[in-house]
């Protein structure tokens, strides 16, 4: 590709010759690598044009490079970065001249400091990724996927597509979401009580921030999400975890005076328990009793493939007193970065303003593609094909962990994508999940699910959503061995 | 399309006959709107075996409401919902049968209140819509783009695409940022110092949360963005406006003690008034004195169409205290909601955390689809068009509004997309706005652009990236008559 003439800006104000100037900035950029060997200069014609100097200087200019190698000309080619430039020269940090910023007062370092490090960018390349949330190019129907976005690009589509919607979100979307998705949860909500996110994260953070950025006590399970409990140490809130049992969140065991409880009740992440019945009457009656919000982040609802889903908390809610979340990251895929919140009206419009403030609103584009990937009836068969191909990796899993002798916990009845896992006596997740990764078998270690790390040093989840199946004998045969050497070193 | 059998859930505990609790869910969704008239109900069989009952409780109850008139049944066809309902019929409130959740107590309203409650979200409706900020259906290469995302989903891009990126960016198109756009304005940035958000909005909430969410005092320029302005009254900060004269923010009459200055130095917005050379050294000279960041919104350079766009203060800053804030917003579309950060690394590290808790990332085919769009030629071909486009309109407008003597104000001489015009003395632009409306005419009312909102009543905005060009003449006529009409009355 060549070089655009607008690379280049001398400055008239400057006490260096123009011509000078042009030059610096060509080494520069070549130095610090913004001008890649091979690529071709503008015409100095063209560049003279842009810059407003005779031709006859940047010639010169030119001249000059090409006598010290930076450049060579071709023969009625042009002009292009030299391809013999030792480019391992390393001229260090380009940029400031002058006493720099001291950034270090300005910022404090809040949220880099907070970050979760514990996921691995580059799982792609691990022959035995047992890494959750992922998409995997078998199941994923890209072909509908890149026909349903051809339709919503359509000349008819352009203002929903290309528009700055305000605080407004594709009808047609919310539309299937109110009649076609939450009615499979036995939620009923009309349009003004559904507000779409930029993922489940996203709807997570807006929730958090609206009902306690000014503070206030809330609930957490333990272990949980770690990116809730990243959220809300962004908050004023106090945060009180309650342990789960393998019945998930215990209602008897909230503390008093809270605000807000957050809960996985249909498949606790990451024990993947199911609350039963009689327990979310308990959590609700008590939420209405002490005026508490619940937060239903119903994050995998579509992978029940054991057995029908319980209904959610929300359908079960007469009070209006949950606020449910879901997502589309684990049934279309995670790049997506679409989710939704199902709430009161008054909940739904204070996010709504929240959400307009930080990023005004999903792509358009996304949002009609999703409404036809689902009205076109590819959404049902995607989440079929996913369902029979998580239920054969989970039954081959499920041998392969007896077979070794693995310790499996409680949970995990209705299917979902993952297990969860002990360790035997003495054997930390972390270090096993480090042994591992030299052996290219990734898991994920307990550590950042529980409130206090040591907790979670006895477990470990396994996911099977982007391992292919005939992969998983192995790997968990490579994690039984690692256990074995860790307990006889 | 047929209702789904999961749009049905039973509740086993509860003392209602099975058979009843059906009944209700169909007249119930009927009622709400969530059944439409003429649509299939499920098959009793299907239906049946999700609910796990006999197939005559299902068949009892849909007799039922074909003797009540819900339903109707159509031979061999099915059971649908019937076509003579009254939907006229408003029951009202759907939900809640305990005692109402106390949201109110819960919920400050503080985000709602702040909104900006000035945009037209139905804009199209109008015969004479000088919006600002939305796109243009004959300036957008909607079939170009459509090429674009066909080839960011192809297979071989599956991982970028779909996956969860935790908190990168796509590659190519930081890539193609820091060595196309980026020289274009005079600026040199590594990967590691450019961020991609989700549009402006977005670029300018991460930066005032990180420098100013725990307090501090800052200076905007007055006029200025509205959306800025909302962002910072949610952050601690205590906000300084500053007014712009004819050159833009006058750097001498900043206060003392400052953390940050937001500035459109290139493009005042809304007065469209460059800063001079001279006029950024002192601004970035006193930065450096006083050790306050300087927050550059470039939000408009590429429709620079008269004269080249003068460097951005990014551009001359050695001490690296400028951050910088690009879009794609309206060089592309808005509904893309793509833009970016450019500043020190430690900025946009912190930055980086921050948006990966409140949404990750901005989706990754979007990315790629741009990263497509403009490795292909295609954006730079769109700027061109729209730059003609917007000089053609300017150039009508221009001369529309000289000759019906409406009055302009100093700047603009870049280009861009707007003109910030003053009313006659005695002329409020609100109600001046609001007569028009009725006109079909669509103008921008000055109050929520002034920190004192009274002091934009003698100001407005007229953009023409929206308007046709064959339609500007008569627009401005009927401005010029209502304004006439105002100040004989």
Redesign the interface.
């Known amino acids: ?1 060549p070089i ?1 003439p ?4 001398l ?1 008239r ?1 400057s006490p260096l010759p123009l011509q000078l100037q042009l030059r610096r900035q060509i080494i ?2 070549v130095l ?1 690598g ?1 001008f890649r060997p091979g690529e071709k200069l503008p015409s100095t014609r063209s560049l003279a044009q ?1 810059l407003g100097v005779a031709r006859v200087t940047v010639t010169q200019a030119f001249a000059e490079l090409v006598a010290t190698d930076y450049v060579c000309a071709k023969d009625r080619a042009g002009y292009f970065i030299s391809d013999s430039i030792d480019l391992a020269l390393d001229v260090g940090d ?16 809040r ?2 400091r ?2 979760r490090s514990d ?1 691995v ?1 580059d799982w ?1 390349r691990y022959d035995f990724p047992f890494v959750y ?3 995997d ?1 078998q199941l ?1 129907d ?1 072909a509908a ?2 026909d349903c ?2 339709r919503a ?1 359509g ?1 008819r589509e ?11 979100d594709d009808p047609e979307l919310i539309d299937y979401i ?3 998705i939450l ?2 949860r ?1 939620i ?1 909500a ?1 349009p003004d009580e559904i507000l779409l996110t ?2 489940a ?2 709807a997570l ?1 807006l929730i958090a921030e ?2 306690l950025g ?1 503070g206030g006590e809330c609930a957490i399970e333990d272990p949980c999400y770690p ?1 809730l409990r ?2 809300l140490s ?1 908050t004023r809130a106090t945060v009180r975890p309650v342990s789960v049992d393998p019945y998930g969140l215990p209602p008897q065991h909230l503390p008093a005076g809270l ?2 409880v957050f809960t996985t009740a249909s498949h606790q992440c990451p024990t993947n328990s199911t609350m039963p ?2 327990r979310r009457r308990q959590l609700l009656r008590i ?2 009793e002490r ?1 508490f ?1 619940v937060i239903e982040d119903d994050y995998e609802f579509e992978m029940s493939f054991s057995g ?1 889903a319980s ?1 959610a908390l929300k ?1 079960m809610d ?4 949950v606020i449910y979340i879901g997502s589309f ?1 684990k049934s279309v ?5 679409l989710g939704y919140v199902v709430a ?1 009206a ?2 739904v ?6 959400r ?11 949002q009609r593609t999703l409404a036809n990937f689902m ?1 076109l009836g590819h959404y049902d068969a995607q989440l079929n094909r996913m369902r029979g191909a998580y239920a054969d990796r989970r039954t081959i899993m499920s041998a392969a962990i007896d077979s070794h002798g693995l310790c499996r916990t409680e949970g995990g009845q209705a299917g979902g994508s993952c297990f969860w896992l002990a360790t035997p006596y003495g054997v930390d997740s972390a270090r096993l999940g480090q042994v591992l990764r030299d052996r290219q078998v990734l898991i994920e270690p307990g550590p950042p699910f529980f409130s206090d790390r040591a907790k979670g040093g006895g477990f470990y989840r396994l996911a099977y959503s982007s391992i292919p199946a005939d992969r998983i004998v192995e790997g968990i045969g490579r994690i039984a061995r690692a256990i074995d050497e860790i307990v006889r070193s």
Chains 1, 2 share one sequence.
Not at 99 to 109: N, R
Not at 162 to 167: M, P
Not at 356 to 366: A, K
């Open positions: 590709m655009p607008e690379s280049f800006l400055d104000s520069g950029g610090e913004r842009q380009p940029a400031p001249k002058a006493a720099a910023f001291s950034w270090g007062e300005h910022l404090d370092g949220y880099a907070a970050q996921r960018a792609r949330g992922q998409a190019p994923v890209l996927w890149r976005a051809v690009l000349r352009f203002a929903p597509m290309t528009g700055d919607l305000y605080g407004e109110a009649r076609h009615p499979r036995g009923r009309r930029l993922g994260q996203n953070w609206i009902l000014q990116g990243e959220i962004h605000k807000a019945v009689q939420a209405q005026g919000a029908s209904p359908a007469r009070a209006g007193a990251s895929f995670p790049g997506l970065r009161d008054r909940v419009q204070e996010a709504r303003a929240l307009g403030l930080v990023l005004r609103h999903p792509p358009g584009v996304l009205s």
